[in-house]
């Protein structure tokens, strides 16, 4: 199945702040109540001595999924608000790219994944720092939601014209009724998985949102064991 990017639905935005600003809240006291109870058993004494290691590593843990978490809420935000101000210049893809892959080489072969580059040296028009978001987004995801022996690979090149770049794995896939709605903010086709890979559910809508400020065109391929492609195409064409 295929989903393509199209200008978005404008809910009012009172709804949207309230929808927002509830999932914020979900997704904040999970961590912070873990961190909040572990820390309870250290100081009330109810956890043995030999076992504060083990809780001050769970603490550090879900310490570092708030502020990444933290960290994506800050940047949608500002992509949504589009407080981005930035001159587009030229950006490489392919070596754009191979930097992504040299960044996720020690947790691709942690999880047993190959992640290669291919395709054609091209450039496009844009924002280096938010092209290079949704490439790590994107190949993070599909390092994770991916399989023993699996790979990931990112081929660069042009469509009818113009430039774009694709990631593709061969993992889990996505089953078509959820392919439309993983752009969604915190939307998780399996959340227990995305909590043991230590997903925040807000990567793939600061794929979207970065890939508006270009006007640049998603889409994406997947199917349940097959594996996912998710193309971006900088024609102009996408956008809100």
């Not at 996720?104 to 072969?109: G, I, K, M, Y």
């Not at 054609?120 to 939601?145: F, H, P, Q, T, W």
């Amino acid at each position: 199945m295929m989903y393509k990017s199209s200008p978005e639905r404008r809910d009012a935005p009172e709804d949207m702040r309230r929808e927002f600003t509830a999932n914020v809240s979900h997704e904040l006291k999970t961590p912070i109540t873990s961190i909040s109870g572990y820390a309870e058993m250290m100081v009330a004494g109810i956890a043995r001595r030999e076992d504060w290691p083990k809780l001050a590593e769970k603490i550090y843990d879900e310490s570092r999924r708030l502020i990444t978490l933290i960290d994506d809420i800050i940047r949608l935000s500002r992509l949504d608000e589009g407080s981005i101000n930035e001159h587009p210049a030229p950006v490489d893809l392919c070596a754009l790219a191979r930097r992504c892959a040299e960044r996720l080489e020690v947790e691709a072969a942690r999880r047993g994944v190959t992640v290669a580059v291919r395709g054609a040296e091209v450039s496009a028009m844009g924002s280096e720092a938010l092209i290079e978001e949704m490439l790590m987004n994107l190949c993070d995801n599909a390092i994770k939601y991916n399989r023993e022996g699996g790979r990931v690979v990112i081929t660069t090149g042009e469509r009818e014209g113009f430039p774009c770049f694709s990631v593709e794995d061969n993992g889990i896939g996505i089953a078509p009724e959820h392919l439309g709605r993983v752009f969604e903010r915190f939307y998780r086709v399996d959340k227990s998985r995305s909590k043991d890979t230590g997903g925040t559910g807000l990567g793939l809508s600061i794929v979207k949102h970065a890939a508006a400020w270009h006007r640049a065109s998603i889409e994406a391929e997947s199917a349940p064991d097959r594996g996912t492609r998710i193309t971006i195409v900088f024609d102009g064409k996408g956008g809100e």
